[in-house]
Protein backbone atom coordinates (compact mmCIF):
# COMPACT_ATOMS: atom_id res chain seq x y z
CA UNK A 1 0.00 0.00 0.00
CA UNK A 2 1.60 3.17 -0.92
CA UNK A 3 1.25 6.62 0.64
CA UNK A 4 -1.46 7.88 -1.83
CA UNK A 5 -3.27 4.61 -1.60
CA UNK A 6 -2.94 4.25 2.10
CA UNK A 7 -4.65 8.32 2.37
CA UNK A 8 -7.19 7.26 0.64
CA UNK A 9 -8.25 4.57 2.02
CA UNK A 10 -8.09 5.91 5.63
CA UNK A 11 -10.52 8.90 4.23
CA UNK A 12 -12.98 5.97 2.83
CA UNK A 13 -13.26 4.70 6.27
CA UNK A 14 -13.43 7.97 8.20
CA UNK A 15 -16.46 8.49 5.95
CA UNK A 16 -17.64 5.38 6.29
CA UNK A 17 -17.73 5.83 10.11
CA UNK A 18 -19.22 8.98 9.67
CA UNK A 19 -22.26 8.25 7.98
CA UNK A 20 -22.77 5.18 10.90
CA UNK A 21 -22.31 7.56 13.83
CA UNK A 22 -23.58 10.83 12.57
CA UNK A 23 -27.09 10.49 12.56
CA UNK A 24 -26.91 9.60 16.51
CA UNK A 25 -24.67 12.64 17.94
CA UNK A 26 -27.06 14.43 19.57
CA UNK A 27 -29.94 13.05 19.40
CA UNK A 28 -30.50 11.38 22.67
CA UNK A 29 -29.38 7.74 21.60
CA UNK A 30 -30.41 5.02 24.02
CA UNK A 31 -27.01 3.74 26.29
CA UNK A 32 -26.07 0.37 27.43
CA UNK A 33 -23.75 -0.26 30.13
CA UNK A 34 -20.89 -3.24 29.30
CA UNK A 35 -19.82 -3.45 32.79
CA UNK A 36 -21.68 -5.10 35.67
CA UNK A 37 -19.89 -2.87 37.93
CA UNK A 38 -18.55 0.68 37.01
CA UNK A 39 -20.02 2.33 33.91
CA UNK A 40 -18.39 1.40 30.32
CA UNK A 41 -20.96 2.99 27.14
CA UNK A 42 -21.65 2.17 24.26
CA UNK A 43 -24.27 2.87 21.78
CA UNK A 44 -25.84 1.59 18.35
CA UNK A 45 -23.41 4.01 16.84
CA UNK A 46 -20.81 2.68 17.84
CA UNK A 47 -21.52 -0.90 16.95
CA UNK A 48 -22.45 0.59 13.28
CA UNK A 49 -19.68 2.20 13.07
CA UNK A 50 -17.45 -0.78 13.70
CA UNK A 51 -19.37 -3.04 11.01
CA UNK A 52 -19.14 -0.32 8.68
CA UNK A 53 -14.89 -0.15 9.01
CA UNK A 54 -15.12 -4.00 8.94
CA UNK A 55 -17.02 -4.23 5.98
CA UNK A 56 -14.47 -2.23 3.93
CA UNK A 57 -11.72 -3.45 5.39
CA UNK A 58 -12.69 -7.00 4.74
CA UNK A 59 -13.98 -5.90 1.23
CA UNK A 60 -10.97 -4.42 0.18
CA UNK A 61 -8.20 -6.05 2.19
CA UNK A 62 -9.23 -9.39 3.02
CA UNK A 63 -6.12 -11.08 4.18
CA UNK A 64 -5.59 -8.28 6.65
CA UNK A 65 -6.39 -9.00 10.28
CA UNK A 66 -8.58 -6.53 12.47
CA UNK A 67 -9.07 -5.50 16.69
CA UNK A 68 -11.85 -3.73 16.97
CA UNK A 69 -13.30 -2.52 20.64
CA UNK A 70 -16.75 -4.00 20.01
CA UNK A 71 -16.35 -6.95 17.96
CA UNK A 72 -12.94 -8.56 19.56
CA UNK A 73 -10.12 -9.97 16.92
CA UNK A 74 -9.95 -11.59 13.01
CA UNK A 75 -6.81 -12.89 12.13
CA UNK A 76 -5.04 -10.42 14.62
CA UNK A 77 -1.47 -12.64 13.68
CA UNK A 78 -1.85 -11.09 10.06
CA UNK A 79 0.79 -9.28 8.60
CA UNK A 80 -1.39 -6.46 8.31
CA UNK A 81 -3.55 -5.45 11.27
CA UNK A 82 -6.18 -2.63 11.23
CA UNK A 83 -7.28 -1.58 15.34
CA UNK A 84 -10.50 0.28 15.26
CA UNK A 85 -12.25 2.10 18.05
CA UNK A 86 -15.10 3.57 16.21
CA UNK A 87 -15.80 6.08 18.96
CA UNK A 88 -13.03 6.85 21.09
CA UNK A 89 -14.75 9.08 24.00
CA UNK A 90 -18.35 7.63 24.17
CA UNK A 91 -18.74 9.54 27.81
CA UNK A 92 -18.11 12.42 25.78
CA UNK A 93 -20.34 11.28 22.75
CA UNK A 94 -23.55 10.92 24.97
CA UNK A 95 -22.77 14.01 26.57
CA UNK A 96 -22.55 15.91 23.63
CA UNK A 97 -19.51 16.86 23.57
CA UNK A 98 -17.18 17.28 20.14
CA UNK A 99 -14.24 15.50 21.63
CA UNK A 100 -15.08 12.15 20.60
CA UNK A 101 -13.36 10.53 17.45
CA UNK A 102 -13.32 7.84 15.13
CA UNK A 103 -9.55 6.14 15.73
CA UNK A 104 -8.19 4.05 12.87
CA UNK A 105 -5.24 2.52 13.19
CA UNK A 106 -2.59 0.29 10.89
CA UNK A 107 -0.14 -2.16 11.81
CA UNK A 108 2.22 -3.94 9.80
CA UNK A 109 4.07 -7.02 11.85
CA UNK A 110 2.55 -5.41 15.37
CA UNK A 111 4.27 -2.03 14.37
CA UNK A 112 1.66 0.98 14.46
CA UNK A 113 2.84 2.34 10.59
CA UNK A 114 -0.70 4.42 9.85
CA UNK A 115 -3.24 6.08 11.78
CA UNK A 116 -6.07 8.70 11.64
CA UNK A 117 -8.43 10.44 14.40
CA UNK A 118 -11.23 12.00 11.99
CA UNK A 119 -14.06 13.89 14.93
CA UNK A 120 -16.77 14.21 12.33
CA UNK A 121 -19.00 16.81 13.98
CA UNK A 122 -16.74 19.31 13.37
CA UNK A 123 -15.14 18.13 10.10
CA UNK A 124 -11.62 17.46 11.39
CA UNK A 125 -9.02 14.36 10.52
CA UNK A 126 -5.64 14.39 11.64
CA UNK A 127 -3.14 11.74 10.14
CA UNK A 128 0.33 10.54 10.22
CA UNK A 129 2.47 7.70 9.11
CA UNK A 130 5.71 7.73 11.49
CA UNK A 131 7.59 9.75 9.22
CA UNK A 132 4.47 12.89 8.16
CA UNK A 133 1.41 13.87 9.86
CA UNK A 134 -1.12 16.17 8.15
CA UNK A 135 -4.70 17.91 9.03
CA UNK A 136 -7.56 18.22 6.64
CA UNK A 137 -10.76 20.03 8.40
CA UNK A 138 -12.56 23.47 8.01
CA UNK A 139 -9.36 25.68 7.98
CA UNK A 140 -7.42 23.75 5.22
CA UNK A 141 -5.20 21.32 4.93
CA UNK A 142 -1.80 21.42 6.87
CA UNK A 143 0.97 19.25 7.76
CA UNK A 144 0.75 18.87 11.94
CA UNK A 145 4.00 19.63 13.74
CA UNK A 146 4.72 19.74 17.74
CA UNK A 147 6.51 22.57 19.46
CA UNK A 148 8.96 23.02 20.86
CA UNK A 149 8.75 22.75 25.17
CA UNK A 150 12.00 21.49 26.91
CA UNK A 151 10.49 21.59 30.55
CA UNK A 152 7.52 20.88 32.44
CA UNK A 153 7.25 23.91 34.26
CA UNK A 154 6.34 25.21 30.39
CA UNK A 155 3.98 22.86 29.50
CA UNK A 156 -0.11 22.32 28.76
CA UNK A 157 -0.68 18.61 29.95
CA UNK A 158 -4.00 16.70 29.44
CA UNK A 159 -5.84 13.36 30.67
CA UNK A 160 -8.85 12.29 30.24
CA UNK A 161 -9.47 12.31 34.23
CA UNK A 162 -7.40 11.58 37.28
CA UNK A 163 -10.10 9.72 38.55
CA UNK A 164 -9.41 6.65 35.88
CA UNK A 165 -5.98 6.26 37.72
CA UNK A 166 -5.59 3.80 40.15
CA UNK A 167 -4.25 4.84 44.00
CA UNK A 168 -1.27 3.06 43.21
CA UNK A 169 -0.94 5.46 39.67
CA UNK A 170 -2.82 8.58 41.17
CA UNK A 171 0.61 10.01 42.80
CA UNK A 172 2.93 9.95 40.50
CA UNK A 173 0.42 11.40 38.17
CA UNK A 174 -0.31 14.07 40.55
CA UNK A 175 3.35 14.79 40.55
CA UNK A 176 3.70 15.40 36.86
CA UNK A 177 0.55 17.62 37.02
CA UNK A 178 1.99 19.54 40.12
CA UNK A 179 4.77 20.56 37.90
CA UNK A 180 3.05 21.89 35.13
CA UNK A 181 1.94 25.39 33.63
CA UNK A 182 -1.72 24.01 32.66
CA UNK A 183 -3.73 20.82 33.27
CA UNK A 184 -6.84 20.31 31.24
CA UNK A 185 -9.14 17.07 31.70
CA UNK A 186 -11.52 15.31 29.28
CA UNK A 187 -10.57 15.30 26.23
CA UNK A 188 -10.47 11.41 25.27
CA UNK A 189 -8.21 11.16 21.60
CA UNK A 190 -8.36 14.82 21.24
CA UNK A 191 -5.65 15.24 23.34
CA UNK A 192 -3.07 13.67 21.55
CA UNK A 193 -4.02 15.68 18.47
CA UNK A 194 -3.73 18.96 20.07
CA UNK A 195 -0.12 17.57 20.92
CA UNK A 196 0.46 16.47 17.47
CA UNK A 197 -0.90 20.25 16.18
CA UNK A 198 1.59 22.36 18.07
CA UNK A 199 -1.31 23.43 20.72
CA UNK A 200 -0.13 21.07 23.36
CA UNK A 201 2.69 19.10 25.03
CA UNK A 202 1.70 16.07 27.03
CA UNK A 203 -1.15 13.31 27.45
CA UNK A 204 -0.69 11.36 30.34
CA UNK A 205 -2.91 8.23 30.62
CA UNK A 206 -3.54 5.09 32.49
CA UNK A 207 -5.94 1.87 31.35
CA UNK A 208 -5.27 2.01 27.29
CA UNK A 209 -5.84 -0.70 25.35
CA UNK A 210 -4.29 -1.23 22.03
CA UNK A 211 -7.49 0.48 19.86
CA UNK A 212 -7.21 3.48 22.51
CA UNK A 213 -3.92 4.22 21.26
CA UNK A 214 -2.44 2.09 17.84
CA UNK A 215 -4.22 5.30 15.70
CA UNK A 216 -2.49 8.31 17.50
CA UNK A 217 1.16 6.49 17.77
CA UNK A 218 1.74 7.35 13.54
CA UNK A 219 -0.22 10.85 13.92
CA UNK A 220 2.23 12.29 16.89
CA UNK A 221 5.39 10.58 16.15
CA UNK A 222 5.20 11.85 12.44
CA UNK A 223 4.56 15.64 13.75
CA UNK A 224 7.73 15.07 15.70
CA UNK A 225 6.51 14.16 19.03
CA UNK A 226 7.14 10.58 21.16
CA UNK A 227 4.75 8.23 22.43
CA UNK A 228 5.74 5.39 24.82
CA UNK A 229 4.56 3.65 28.26
CA UNK A 230 5.64 5.17 31.48
CA UNK A 231 8.63 2.60 32.00
CA UNK A 232 9.56 4.20 28.03
CA UNK A 233 8.58 1.01 26.37
CA UNK A 234 6.77 0.50 23.61
CA UNK A 235 3.15 1.66 23.54
CA UNK A 236 1.33 -0.44 20.86
CA UNK A 237 -0.08 -2.67 23.33
CA UNK A 238 -1.32 0.18 25.49
CA UNK A 239 -1.58 0.07 29.81
CA UNK A 240 0.02 3.17 30.85
CA UNK A 241 0.89 6.08 28.09
CA UNK A 242 2.56 9.05 28.03
CA UNK A 243 2.75 10.94 24.56
CA UNK A 244 4.96 14.32 24.48
CA UNK A 245 5.43 17.06 21.60
CA UNK A 246 9.07 17.94 22.08
CA UNK A 247 11.15 15.11 22.72
CA UNK A 248 13.18 16.51 25.50
CA UNK A 249 9.93 16.84 27.93
CA UNK A 250 9.28 13.26 27.54
CA UNK A 251 12.77 12.43 29.12
CA UNK A 252 11.56 14.85 31.93
CA UNK A 253 7.97 13.01 32.43
CA UNK A 254 9.58 9.38 32.53
CA UNK A 255 11.66 10.05 35.26
CA UNK A 256 8.17 11.13 37.50
CA UNK A 257 6.01 8.04 35.98
CA UNK A 258 9.01 5.18 35.04
CA UNK A 259 9.00 4.06 38.65
CA UNK A 260 5.11 3.82 39.68
CA UNK A 261 5.07 0.05 40.78
CA UNK A 262 2.95 -2.60 39.21
CA UNK A 263 -0.46 -3.00 40.12
CA UNK A 264 -0.95 -6.40 42.38
CA UNK A 265 -2.14 -8.97 40.91
CA UNK A 266 -5.67 -10.11 41.04
CA UNK A 267 -6.91 -12.99 43.51
CA UNK A 268 -7.41 -15.98 42.17
Request: glycine share 10%; aromatic share 8%.
Amino acid sequence: MDASTASDFLNRLASSAETAIMPHFRANASVENKLGEGFDPVTVADRDAEIALRDLITSEYPRHGIVGEEFGDLHPEAEHVWVLDPIDGTRAFISGLPVWGTLIGLTHRRRPILGMMAQHFTGERFAGDCERAWYTGPGGPADLTTRACARLSEAVMFTTSPYLFSPTERPYYRQAEAAVRLARYGCDCYAYCMVAAGHADVVIEAGLNPYDIVALIPVIEGAGGRVTTWDGGSAERGGRIVATGDPRLHDEVLEILANTPDEPAAPT
